[in-house]
């Protein structure tokens, strides 16, 4: 007999495979972001609101980072995913890290990293300000 679980969600497969893609999405984001200089502060900050895959510092600026992976282009870029409704929950959440922080005077941005696995090899894109705060 099968589980509600399985029964929801199929064999699995399909939703290991998505959160296996995501948490290698989210390694190569941090690489990525490392190398370019930014400090990792948190990964996968949860509040009430949803979850911020990546918090960093780069220089002075507090950077709220969204990351999107995708198999392939079939249904759009990864970046294309961050809708208005995504982008105003991050900065939601954005705002609950700042005031639990005491981080009220420090300059913020939201960068988006996009990656692909299209031909097997990871394509890395990275959006510095890649939309407005509220």
Same mark, same amino acid.
Do not use: K, W, Y
């Given at each position: 007999m099968r589980s509600l679980a399985e029964g929801l969600l199929g064999d699995g497969s399909v939703s290991h495979r998505r959160i296996a893609l995501g948490k290698t999405g989210e &390694? /190569? @984001?941090c690489a990525e /972001?490392? $190398?370019r200089g930014y400090a990792i502060l948190a990964r996968r900050?949860?509040? $009430?609101?949803g979850e911020i895959d990546i918090i960093a510092r780069d220089g002075t600026t507090l950077v709220f980072v969204e990351v999107k992976a995708r198999e392939s282009r079939a *249904?759009? !870029? @990864? @970046?294309?995913? +961050? !809708?208005s409704y995504k982008q105003h929950r991050i900065a939601t959440i954005a705002s609950e890290y700042v005031?639990?922080?005491? /981080?009220?005077? $420090?300059?913020? $941005? *939201? &960068? +988006? +990293?996009?990656?692909?696995f299209d031909a097997g090899t990871p394509a890395v894109e990275v959006f510095q300000n890649a939309f407005p705060g509220r």
């Open positions: &390694d /190569l @984001a /972001l490392e $190398r900050f949860r509040c $009430r609101g *249904f759009g !870029t @990864a @970046a294309e995913a +961050v !809708t005031m639990q922080h005491h /981080l009220q005077n $420090r300059p913020c $941005r *939201f &960068d +988006v +990293v996009s990656i692909h």
